[in-house]
């Protein structure tokens, strides 16, 4: 379940995520040192009706040509894409994407939120034993929900990352 015990890293604030960002000592070495890119590498692939990893985009990502950044991320972990509400009432992404209480429930190995604030809505759709959540916001709801907490720019965040699971391939 999100906010599980398994993974649990330092607290930040009211938080319970382990924080990684530029201020920290930069994002790449705060990537390779929190051991998270050897726990999406190893999380494993699902079925597609039942993925192991799923990659979601809320509002916070900010145009739908941003959005590419969640389907390339998804794709390098084997995993699947989602999306919030906002993100598919936008138009940045079809319905089918859509998770949360009005959308797909979703049971996944690792959650990967980018850009998503953590409304209740959304969330009542997602049970993940490890929640990682991107988000320029530092006050954003999710983060007291994730285990891993990566503040900063999506755009900068996700490239990163795929630059460090091809490193580790």
Excluded at 17 to 45: C, K, M, T, V
């Amino acid at each position: 379940m999100i906010g599980s015990d398994l993974f649990q890293g330092d607290k930040v604030g009211d938080t319970r995520a382990r924080f990684i960002d530029e201020e920290n000592g930069g994002l790449e070495r705060g990537l390779r040192e929190s051991g998270l890119i050897p726990r999406l590498r190893h999380a494993g692939r699902g079925s597609a009706d039942r993925s192991d990893i799923i990659v979601t985009g809320g509002r916070g990502i900010g145009s739908s040509g941003n959005f590419r950044h969640v389907l390339e991320l998804a794709e390098a972990l084997g995993g699947m894409a989602g999306a919030t509400r906002a993100a598919v009432e936008a138009g940045w992404i079809e319905y089918e994407y859509k998770i949360g209480q009005t959308g797909r429930k979703v049971f996944p190995k690792v959650y990967v939120a980018c850009g998503v604030s953590g409304a209740v809505q959304h969330l009542a759709g997602v049970q993940a034993e490890l929640l990682v959540a991107v988000n320029s916001d530092p006050d954003a709801p999710i983060f007291q929900l994730a285990d891993y907490g990566i503040l900063g720019d999506v755009e900068k965040i996700i490239p990163l990352i795929i630059h460090l699971l091809n490193q580790q391939a």
